[in-house]
């Protein structure tokens, strides 16, 4: 039901707003290269927006609890079990609940989803409403507010559980904005439920800020970077950092990014993702929810 409500507020609200005006420029609060990192407590709107503006993205160490990590690391398997045991026809008491397909998404390809140890986080109510009650307790709901100056909307076709396999193919160099939009305000939280970057799939990043879509077109998909742009445009300044589980890294649509894994690693690795926008920017694709 508070799924529902959130899908309803989204459909009933007026986004035709004027978007707040955003500073031309952004001092840079860090300095140095490569990505810069703050604690839980240093996190605000201004440190995410200083962090993007000058250098793509910004890590926040102990973002959550070692308690929540253990939560929602324990309802993405329980999402994975239910959705296997919904598919197999043999669903529980157990599995009550934990995998309920959004009802506004009808045309997802969930079982190619869950080939990749994927799952959309608005396919599990119980799963999202965990996910948001730790956004307003770790201060992150404020910051992000803080950071957009408008109420921003999740996008649900972009919340995602994953449970990577060790050997996981990187899909290659993106950006998030080659399809959902250039010239739009969005925010991705990814935060790390297990130790990665070393011994499981983490993340390369390119460290710097991008003023624009790079060229796409790859073997991977259409709208995932040329190679040989993403070569260019990373200009030696692409790093690997390494996670600890319930640190977390936060960039925008700009941010030139992919899944790093390597033949040598051994652990799967979890993590949730989650993407808002700013409505005054971006409409209806992706079916936004309220936030």
Not at 139 to 162: H, M, N
Not at 211 to 235: D, M, R
């Amino acid at each position: 039901m508070l799924l529902a409500l959130r899908s309803e507020g989204f459909l009933a609200g007026d986004w035709k707003t004027v978007s707040p005006e955003w500073p031309s420029h952004v001092v840079d609060q860090f300095g140095g290269e490569g990505v810069p990192e703050i604690g839980a407590h240093e996190l605000n709107g201004s440190s995410i927006r200083s962090g993007i503006e000058n250098h793509g993205s910004l890590i926040v160490r102990e973002m959550i609890t070692s308690s929540q990590v253990d939560m929602l690391r324990n309802n993405i398997d329980l999402v994975f079990e239910a959705y296997d045991a919904v598919e197999s026809g043999s669903r529980g008491l157990k599995n009550g609940g934990w995998y309920e397909p959004f009802y506004r998404d009808t045309d997802r390809d969930r079982v190619k989803k869950r080939s990749k140890g994927a799952m959309l986080t608005a396919d599990s109510p119980p799963a999202l409403f965990d996910l948001l009650e730790t956004f307003e307790s770790c201060g992150l709901s404020a910051a992000i507010r803080d950071f957009f100056g408008e109420p921003p909307v999740l996008v649900t076709r972009k919340g995602t559980l994953r449970c990577v396999s060790h050997d996981a193919r990187t899909g290659g160099w993106h950006q998030d904005g080659a399809f959902m939009g250039e010239n739009i305000r969005a925010l991705n939280i990814w935060i790390a439920l297990s130790d990665c970057g070393v011994n499981a799939p983490g993340m390369d990043i390119v460290a710097k800020r991008l003023p624009g879509i790079v060229k796409t077109g790859s073997q991977f998909a259409a709208w995932t970077t040329n190679p040989e742009a993403a070569k260019e445009v990373a200009e030696g300044s692409t790093v690997r950092p390494v996670f600890a589980a319930g640190d977390a890294i936060i960039f925008d649509h700009l941010c030139l990014h992919r899944t790093a894994a390597d033949y040598g690693m051994t652990n799967k690795r979890y993590a949730i993702e989650t993407w808002l926008v700013a409505p005054s920017t971006y409409g209806q694709t992706g079916l936004p929810i309220l936030f």
